[in-house]
């Protein structure tokens, strides 16, 4: 069974670089895409990028100038990097296994920029 | 505002149909991509409902349908039940803007 954890400072102050890990269990790493999709009430649901350990990377054009995501195989665990942050980046960050669809997501992880 | 539009809410009285809206252009549905559902019950992640042309992942409820037309695309629920009470999204591909792109999510009501 595949599972997905999020984890991560919940508070984030502006100007400053948001940080999020997803731990992968049931499933490896390698050999699928695994996204980073955020919740907010104000913009909705808003997919933020993928990554493949085989094929790379894509971002969402509108965040791809503040966006890094990457995988560590040997800790089976994809990560979230967003700098630059400001009080709209605030949201429930989910990961997910795949793209179009996402298939399997992970619990959410809230993060708030605030000073 | 989405790319993708759906009605803020909708309701029914227990064992109904009722259909959530997803209306998009041709730069995402009318250009053939496809279109998927999410359910999100209430303070959980989003889970896949529906993808493609009807597809349903297993463990998912035949109640459950699809289907699209132009640059639309509806999800239908019936014999509607209190347990279907959760946000639904549409999600598709849009090319103009090289994004991934979400609905506005529908929140269901059960009378």
């Known amino acids: 069974q595949v599972q997905l954890q999020e984890s991560g400072p919940g508070l984030v102050k502006p100007s400053e670089t948001l940080s999020l890990t997803c731990v992968v269990s049931g499933t490896s790493i390698s050999g699928y895409y695994w996204s980073w999709i955020r919740q907010s009430p104000g913009k909705g649901l808003e997919w933020i990028g993928y990554?493949?350990?085989?094929?790379?990377?894509k971002y969402n054009p509108s965040l791809e100038s503040r966006v890094a995501i990457s995988v560590d195989t040997s800790k089976n665990h994809l990560s979230l990097r967003l700098s630059s942050v400001t009080a709209a980046d605030t949201a429930v960050y989910y990961c997910?296994?795949?793209?179009?669809?996402?298939?399997?997501w992970g619990q959410g992880t809230l993060v708030t920029v605030s000073s | 505002q989405s790319v993708l539009t759906q009605p803020p809410s909708v309701s029914g009285a227990p064992g109904q149909t009722v259909t959530i809206s997803c209306t998009g252009s041709s730069s995402n549905i009318g250009a053939g991509y496809g279109v998927h559902w999410y359910q999100q019950l209430p303070g959980t992640a989003p889970k896949l409902l529906i993808y493609g042309n009807n597809n349903r992942p297993s463990g998912v409820s035949d109640r459950f349908s699809d289907s699209k037309s132009g640059t639309s695309a509806s999800l239908a629920i019936t014999g509607l039940q209190a347990e279907d009470e959760a946000d639904y999204f549409c999600q598709s591909y849009d090319s103009s803007l090289s994004a991934y792109v979400f609905g506005g999510g529908t929140k269901v009501g059960v009378l």
């Open positions: 990554i493949s350990y085989t094929w790379g990377t």
């Open positions: 997910a296994r795949d793209f179009d669809p996402f298939e399997h």
